[in-house]
């Protein structure tokens, strides 16, 4: 089935310093979504890619989803203490037809950032 | 209310035992959808309804579990004789879905259950 592979498992950043997670999936995704979960949470959306080479930006978040649509990447420039939580990437294959609706999730990367 | 609302947040059970979670989705949002959470893990998917029926439930672990939404609107996820394997947080999400393009899920708060 399906895998999607996320890096790094843990990220410490002192606050100002920038920070990236990187998403893998084994098969081509039709779009990939990008989560944030504080401790103690929900998984909140942040935003979807469906476009091969997209990059999208919201303030200093920083989205990309790749050629092949395998891969993506967050990039967050300059953290801040309220950038903590965990970031998930779900990845969307439509094989079939009917499995649009089911989001793979990866493991996830947990943000701590040091004031 | 405005959200998706999960009831219970919190259940313990004992093994063996059969427990019943509550998702109500928010207004409007004919897709509905089941994971579960384990610590340190992303979001496991379940199930999904698109409607009354579920159009996806390849997720569910086995014939345990089983899910249902029969009015389209609220849904429960029932589990027949619990193992301490399945404590985890269950999440509940809903989207709006249209055209085959999933959009935005809004997730829940969770039931955590707890089997001891």
């Known amino acids: 089935g399906q895998q999607v592979m996320q890096i790094p498992q843990y990220q410490h950043v002192q606050e100002g310093e920038d920070f990236t997670t990187y998403c893998n999936s084994s098969?081509?995704?039709?779009?990939i979504q990008w989560y944030k979960q504080r401790p103690g949470g929900h998984p909140v959306f942040l935003i979807q890619?469906?476009?091969?080479?997209e990059v999208k930006k919201q303030k200093r978040l920083t989205f990309q989803f790749g050629e092949a649509k395998k891969n993506s990447s967050l990039h967050i420039t300059a953290t801040q203490t309220t950038d903590v939580g965990t970031y998930f990437c779900?990845?969307?294959?439509?094989?079939?037809?009917?499995?649009?609706?089911?989001?793979?999730f990866g493991q996830g990367t947990i943000l701590t950032v040091h004031p | 209310g405005a959200g998706v609302s999960q009831t219970p947040s919190n259940k313990v059970t004992e093994k063996g035992k059969y427990v019943e979670l509550r998702c109500d989705p928010i207004?409007?949002?004919?897709?509905l959808y089941w994971y579960r959470q384990s610590l340190g893990q992303g979001p496991e998917f379940l199930i999904y309804?698109?409607?009354?029926?579920?159009?996806?439930d390849s997720g569910l672990p086995n014939d345990r579990f089983f899910a249902v939404r029969p009015e389209g609107s609220v849904s429960t996820l029932k589990i027949q004789r619990t193992e301490r394997g399945d404590s985890a947080v269950y999440l509940c999400?809903?989207?709006?879905?249209?055209?085959?393009?999933?959009?935005?899920?809004?997730f829940g708060e969770g039931s955590r259950l707890t089997v001891l």
């Open positions: 890619l469906v476009k091969s080479g």
């Open positions: 779900a990845g969307i294959t439509n094989a079939g037809g009917t499995s649009y609706g089911k989001l793979t």
């Open positions: 999400a809903s989207s709006l879905t249209y055209r085959r393009n999933t959009g935005e899920l809004f």
């Open positions: 309804f698109q409607g009354t029926g579920a159009a996806d």
């Open positions: 098969t081509t995704l039709s779009n």
């Open positions: 207004s409007g949002h004919t897709a």
